[in-house]
C-alpha cells in the first residue's frame, strides 16, 4: 500500500490558463474522490468515480471543470480558464465501496492563481 | 437531511492535560461516522471509525471516541495531548447506504501549550 499520491504538489498559474491534476489512488480501491478545500475550511465534494464511471457531481463543479478516471485507475481533474476563486488545496481520496469504507487521502495540490 | 456540527473552531489545552474535542451530527439513516487529522500542507489522516459494532471506538495515537444515539454525538477524547497533537481535526458522517455522500465539519484546530 502506496498510499493515495498527487501531482503536482503546488501549481502556480495565471488567470485564464487551463491546469491539469494528477491522483494515482490505492490500487485495490475502486471508488475515487475529488474535493477542494479552501483556508480554514473541511473540504467540500467536487465529484467521484466507482472504477472508470462518473457517478456523481457537486454544483461546484462548474462546466470549467472535467474530471476523468480512463480505465479506472489514476484520475484527472482539469480547471479551464481558471478564475481567482480557484485557488484551493485540491485532495483526492479513495476506497473501498461501502458507506462504512473510510477515505484514504492524498496529500492534495495546492493551486495559487496569480 | 445529514449534516455534521463541530461545536468549537479552536480548542486549546496544556501539553499532558486531556483533549475534547465535540461533534454532532444528523443522519437520516444509521450513519458511519469517522474523525480524521489534517496536519498542515498534508492531506486528511483516518483516526478513527465507527460502524455500529461498538459504541466506544478506539483509534490511533491514543485517540478514542464515544458514539452516543440519543444525543446525536461523536466526541473525540485522548487523556493527555502531546505537542505533536496540534492540527486540524475533523468530523465526518457518510449514510449507511452503500451510498458516496460524506459531510465534513468545518474542523476544529487544536492548539497545544507546552
Known amino acids: 500500500d502506496t498510499g493515495v499520491s498527487q501531482n503536482p504538489r503546488h501549481k502556480i498559474t495565471k488567470r485564464g490558463q487551463n491546469v491539469t491534476f494528477r491522483c494515482d489512488p490505492i490500487?485495490?480501491?475502486?471508488?475515487l474522490y475529488w474535493y477542494r478545500q479552501t483556508l480554514g475550511q473541511g473540504p467540500e465534494f467536487l465529484t467521484y468515480?466507482?472504477?472508470?464511471?462518473?457517478?456523481?457531481k457537486s454544483r461546484l463543479l462548474s462546466d470549467r471543470f472535467s474530471a476523468e478516471r480512463p480505465k479506472g485507475s489514476f484520475s484527472t481533474l482539469e480547471i479551464q480558464r481558471t478564475e481567482q476563486g480557484d485557488s484551493a488545496m485540491y485532495l483526492c481520496?479513495?476506497?473501498?465501496?461501502?458507506?462504512?469504507?473510510?477515505?484514504?487521502f492524498g496529500d492534495g495540490t495546492r493551486l495559487s492563481i496569480l | 437531511a445529514q449534516s455534521v456540527t463541530q461545536l468549537d473552531s479552536h480548542v486549546s489545552v496544556s501539553e499532558g492535560t486531556p483533549v475534547l474535542l465535540r461533534c454532532n451530527y444528523s443522519?437520516?439513516?444509521?450513519?458511519?461516522l469517522f474523525w480524521y487529522v489534517q496536519h498542515p500542507n498534508k492531506g486528511l489522516q483516518l483516526l478513527l471509525k465507527?460502524?455500529?459494532?461498538?459504541?466506544l471506538v478506539k483509534g490511533i495515537n491514543g485517540f478514542e471516541a464515544e458514539f452516543k444515539k440519543s444525543e446525536t454525538s461523536f466526541h473525540l477524547t485522548k487523556p493527555s495531548a502531546h505537542m505533536s497533537d496540534a492540527a486540524e481535526y475533523f468530523c465526518?458522517?457518510?449514510?449507511?447506504?452503500?451510498?458516496?455522500?460524506?459531510?465534513f465539519g468545518a474542523g476544529t484546530r487544536l492548539f497545544v501549550k507546552a
Open positions: 468515480f466507482q472504477n472508470e464511471a462518473q457517478l456523481e
Open positions: 465526518v458522517v457518510t449514510p449507511d447506504t452503500g451510498g458516496f455522500k460524506t459531510i
Open positions: 490500487s485495490e480501491h475502486n471508488r
Open positions: 465507527y460502524t455500529s459494532a461498538a459504541t
Open positions: 481520496a479513495s476506497s473501498f465501496q461501502g458507506g462504512d469504507q473510510p477515505q484514504h
Open positions: 443522519s437520516s439513516y444509521s450513519p458511519s
